[in-house]
């Protein structure tokens, strides 16, 4: 397998190495994330993903592959992962894996969605889900790299609980006015609720997103159907696709 880098030349071939889980970290009750060191890392894009294989004592193999929520800034890589009901890979890592397991890991892979802070803004990142992953990835860098261009986090989950990486965006959003996060819940509110209801529409987008005029780099990334409709709505609104960056995963997520 040869990757193809973000300007299109070609990469060293990408093999397949052990990766040792450092920590893990209990995000919501489907969702946890793997704390990864690899030793002969050569380093990632905020955006980028990796695949991960796992083999059975009989020798049959499963492989997926993840986005990767840590920044380029720090030598041990996250792995956000969200239990996948019947999948071959995801309960393990998010019920069995622990201190200590290895598992092969190989990347990173990909250089159409990734945003750096040399890139500026402002931008526009939009999640269902776990689709926030690797629009963590990019939240973290920018945080990492004190830029102050603004940004904007539009992210749907299901109630509350499900939000993933909670604190930490709410740190941040307070760390830094330029960046916005609003969160919408699509099936469950608690009392009190000051945030946005329902699925993520072209009102709501509409009103939360950048105007085209202002040109901004747009992330979308979640379940399949989710991401169609919101870049759709976009493109109505007036952005042109080419500034709409997409990344998709199954009806499942």
């Known amino acids: 397998m040869t990757e193809i880098d973000a300007g299109g030349s070609h990469r060293r071939r990408l093999e397949w190495q052990p990766a040792m889980v450092r920590d893990v970290v209990v995000e919501t009750p489907r969702v946890k994330t793997l704390l990864l060191q ?22 049959y193999q499963a492989q997926r592959s993840y ?3 840590s920044p380029p800034e720090d030598q041990i890589l996250a792995l ?33 969605f990734v945003w750096t802070a040399a890139m500026g803004g402002p931008s526009c990142l939009i999640a269902g889900g776990s689709g926030i992953a690797p629009l963590m990835a ?16 539009l992210y749907s989950s ?10 930490e965006l709410a740190a941040m959003s307070r760390a830094s006015p330029e960046l916005r ?16 209801a329902g699925r993520i529409n072209k009102s709501l987008l509409f009103q939360e997103c950048f105007p085209p005029e202002r040109t901004p780099r747009i992330y979308i990334c979640g ?3 989710f991401v169609e409709d919101v870049s759709r709505s976009l493109v109505e609104l007036g952005h042109k696709p ?12």
């Not at 996060?181 to 946005?196: A, E, K, N, S």
């Open 181 to 196: 996060v609003v969160h919408t819940l699509t099936r469950r509110q608690p009392d009190g609720w000051m945030g946005r």
């Open 67 to 69: 986005s990767l929520a």
């Open 242 to 253: 080419t500034t709409v960056k997409t990344e998709r995963f199954g009806p499942s997520g």
């Open 158 to 167: 299901r109630s509350l609980e499900d939000i993933i990486y909670r604190d």
């Open 138 to 153: 990019m939240l973290r860098h920018r945080d990492r790299s004190n830029d102050r261009s603004a940004a904007l986090l």
């Open 80 to 112: 956000t992962v969200e239990r996948v009901r019947d999948g071959e890979v995801s309960p393990y890592l998010v019920d069995h894996a622990r201190i200590g397991d290895q598992f092969e890991l190989r990347g990173p892979i990909g250089g159409y």
């Open 38 to 59: 690899v030793r002969s890392w050569k380093g990632h894009l905020p955006g980028q993903h990796v695949d991960i294989r796992l083999t059975a004592e009989d020798g």
């Open 223 to 225: 379940p399949t159907l």
